[in-house]
């Protein structure tokens, strides 16, 4: 399994900006993708966001696109979620992620699917 560990979840205000950080083993960064998850209390966990190292593409869950933002830093062994524009139903706990077999959109959805994840991170939207 890969070692995965979030940080920057805190408290932030409705329309403010917070990025996550994920640190991870320098190999974990070459698996076939890296991304993110959230879930809601009482909700599912849901795909947030994902890098394919097959074709080089960022990828978006249809509620994140134009706010939120996945890079990586490979000299830092670290990948990070920009997220701007933030709204009250962001508030989850999120989870970075490694490894999976298809991270893109297939039939007009976002799609990943992940092989390790963290504990998570904390995110609370609200005034």
């Known amino acids: 399994q890969a070692q995965l560990v979030e940080s920057g979840g805190t408290l932030v205000q409705p329309g403010g900006s917070l990025r996550l950080s994920c640190a991870a083993a320098r190999f974990t960064l070459d698996y076939n993708a890296i991304g993110w998850f959230r879930q809601a209390p009482g909700k599912e966990r849901e795909g947030v966001s994902c890098?394919?190292?097959?074709?080089?593409?960022?990828y978006y869950a249809d509620s994140v696109k134009g706010r939120f933002t996945i890079s990586v830093d490979k000299a830092k062994n670290t990948f990070y979620l920009q997220m701007n524009s933030l709204k009250p139903e962001d508030t989850a706990v999120y989870h970075c992620?490694?490894?999976?077999?298809?991270?893109?959109?297939?039939?007009?959805?976002?799609?990943?699917?992940?092989?390790?994840w963290g504990q998570g991170t904390q995110v609370t939207v609200s005034s």
């Open positions: 890098i394919s190292n097959t074709d080089g593409g960022t």
């Open positions: 992620a490694a490894g999976g077999e298809l991270c893109g959109y297939y039939n007009g959805s976002y799609i990943y699917t992940p092989w390790d």
